[in-house]
């Protein structure tokens, strides 16, 4: 596989260097012996990583880039374009503007203002920045099972931050939000489509009807999630989230969360143009070869790699943004993988689950045991010996009235800031779901082998 990818690439280089074969002759530096020999320690330093590649790796959201991708992107490297300004981009600003607007397509805005970022957190920061400066002196809102970084960004920013608390389900729970709504001075509520720890979707649809009564702008963080929109097979609630997209005033998706990027691209999009005023500078020496917008005049980042645009519009070239189509089959796929998973667990002994069935692609779950801090121990537990066995999950501190207070026998406070470890699997590559059968024995094997070894000792 990789060496079609190599093949692939090497014909594509030859085709783009001969659009510059006019030029004298002007010899790069060739990699030799010495070069050779760190590539090989490089390679030795790299094999201390968990096989992010591997279906077995079914921990954090780790998704591998696209060959395509690779190979776009290495092919950009040649060039080394800064999508800062049409000097040191040309081709790959071009790509980025063809890439955002099939972004905003996606999502059924019929015009927008938008660019590429280095990832979520930049691009989030942009939308808080701009949100700021819309609705000055009032504070920003997002729930407890948001992203960290709001916050962090609003202390950044000087905004004041108020936290929206969630529901059992991990989804903002309305009747605390209109309750702030009403007493306190909300600018802009995030709202948070796929949250990082377990998937959930904040309910879009009816934040919207809340809109209407009390005037406030609509963020939505679906920097994880936002590709779900594609998906045919979500539950009515969360499509409902999903279809309400188009009345949110910006969005933060991450191509490469679910965009089959590498690393380093993020997307910021505003539902209205007009929000490029805001970015206003008189920059002296970046701009004087074009009258065409320059995308670092809409963007708070200067350079930025042109490489991720030209991997991010060759992938979408392949695999475009279509409902039923091969990228949204495999958004389909994780999410069944994910409800497959769920049910295998509801129906184990071993495990407890929370009572509605997983969103989007992110599973959690607790071993059964007497009391949270029990299940806490089995769930460090069964992770080792999963990872002795090639699975990878993830451990997440989460909070125990996830699960329903009837789980744990011995359970004494209902404490609304108890949390339990539990075990969680982001089932985000289409493979997958073909591997689920694997992932189970594997996991049901390490189940019994840290219970049957525990029963005569209970944890401490
Ligand atoms: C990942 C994520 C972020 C942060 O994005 P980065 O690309 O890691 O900077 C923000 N919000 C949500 C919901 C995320 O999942």
């Not at 080394?80 to 805005?109: I, Q, T, Y």
């Not at 389900?169 to 702030?180: F, I, P, S, V, Y």
């Not at 998706?253 to 910021?268: A, E, M, R």
Request: hydrophobic fraction near 40%; proline fraction near 6%; aromatic fraction near 8%.
């Amino acid at each position: 596989m990789e060496n079609k990818l190599f093949q692939t690439l090497n014909e594509a280089q030859r085709h783009l260097d001969a659009g510059f074969a006019h030029l004298p002759a002007h010899p790069v530096p060739a990699l030799d012996e010495a070069a050779s020999t760190i590539l090989q320690q490089v390679a030795t330093r790299l094999r201390d990583n968990y096989p992010y590649a591997h279906p077995l790796y079914a921990g954090q959201m780790l998704k591998p880039p696209h060959p395509i991708a690779r190979a776009a992107y290495a092919l950009a490297m040649s060039v080394n374009p800064n999508n800062h300004a049409l000097d040191g981009g040309r081709a790959s600003s071009a790509m980025e503007v063809e890439a955002v607007a099939a972004l905003a397509k996606m999502f059924d805005w019929p015009q927008h203002l938008g660019h590429l970022s280095s990832g979520g957190t930049f691009a989030n920061l942009e939308a808080l920045w701009a949100a700021g400066q819309l609705r000055p002196g009032k504070a920003i809102a997002a729930s407890d099972q948001a992203h960290y970084t709001h916050s962090r960004i609003s202390s950044v920013l000087g905004l004041s931050f108020v936290t929206v608390p969630s529901d059992t389900d991990g989804r903002m729970d309305l009747t605390a939000l209109e309750h702030l709504l009403a007493t306190q001075a909300i600018g802009t509520v995030v709202v948070t489509l796929g949250t990082t720890a377990i998937g959930s979707v904040d309910p879009l649809d009816q934040i919207l009807t809340l809109q209407k009564k009390h005037n406030f702008r609509i963020h939505v963080d679906a920097a994880y999630g936002g590709y779900f929109t594609l998906a045919g097979n979500l539950s009515r609630e969360t499509r409902a989230a999903f279809d309400a997209i188009p009345h949110a005033d910006s969005l933060v998706i991450d191509p490469h969360k679910h965009g089959l990027q590498p690393y380093g691209c993020g997307c910021i999009l505003f539902r209205d143009p007009t929000i490029g005023r805001l970015y206003k500078h008189d920059s002296p020496y970046t701009y004087f070869s074009s009258k065409d917008l320059h995308l670092g005049e809409i963007s708070l980042e200067c350079s930025r790699a042109g490489a991720s645009a030209v991997a991010l519009w060759a992938t979408q070239q392949l695999l475009p943004y279509t409902h039923g189509g091969a990228f949204a089959q495999g958004l389909e796929s994780g999410h069944t993988a994910a409800l497959n998973l769920y049910e295998l667990l509801v129906k184990s002994p071993h495990f407890f689950t929370p009572s509605t069935p997983p969103q989007l692609d992110i599973v959690f779950w607790t071993p059964s045991a007497a009391t949270p801090e029990a299940s806490s121990v089995f769930a460090q537990a069964i992770f080792d010996e999963s990872a002795q066995n090639d699975l990878h999950l993830a451990l997440a501190q989460l909070p125990t009235h996830f699960f329903s207070p009837d789980k744990w026998k011995d359970r004494e406070i209902n404490d609304e800031k108890s949390t339990v470890t539990c075990l969680r699997s982001v089932l985000m590559k289409p493979e997958h779901l073909l591997w689920l059968d694997h992932i189970w024995q594997r996991l049901d094997a390490a189940a019994v082998q840290v219970t049957t070894v525990n029963t005569s000792t209970e944890p401490a």
